[in-house]
Every structure is written in structure tokens, then in C-alpha cells.
């Protein structure tokens, strides 16, 4: 993956990583007394699908090399 672990830039925090993401850093990075938001995406996987039960596994593929560059592009937008 890109990073093992992402780790903040200045006011932004984007990154991919192969690892648990670690919610609870990036809520006690967020909060700030400037700021009157956070969000934060998390997800989990079910263990059905419809017409299907017992999924045990979520395989997610990326475009490493343009990962960062594309994350990059998304926070200049904002």
C-alpha cells in the first residue's frame, strides 16, 4: 500500500494504508478549538451479501501510484 500508516500533512490527513486505520489519533487530531466539524469514514463489512451469507473477506485494490497524488487533488479542491 501506499503508507503503512498515514500520518497528517499540515491541516490534512489523507492517506491509504494496508493496516487498521487508527481512529482514535485521527479524532484526538481533529478536535480542535477552531473547529466547529469533524468527519471521519469508517466502514465495516457485513457477513452477507444479498443471495449470499457467509462473506469473511473485503478485498479493496487501489492504483498505489496515484493514490496520494489523487488525495492530493481532492483536499486542493476544497
Excluded: H, I
Excluded at 12 to 40: H, I, K, M, Y
Excluded at 44 to 66: I, M, N, P
Amino acid at each position: 500500500m501506499s503508507s503503512e500508516k498515514a500520518t497528517p500533512r499540515g491541516e490534512d490527513w489523507t492517506g491509504l494504508c494496508a493496516s487498521q486505520l487508527p481512529t482514535a489519533e485521527v479524532s484526538d487530531w481533529l478536535v480542535r478549538d477552531d473547529c466547529g466539524a469533524s468527519v471521519v469514514f469508517t466502514g465495516t463489512t457485513r457477513d452477507r451479501s444479498e443471495g449470499r451469507t457467509g462473506v469473511s473477506s473485503l478485498t479493496y485494490e487501489a492504483y498505489e501510484s496515484e493514490v496520494d497524488r489523487r488525495l492530493d487533488a481532492v483536499v486542493n479542491e476544497l
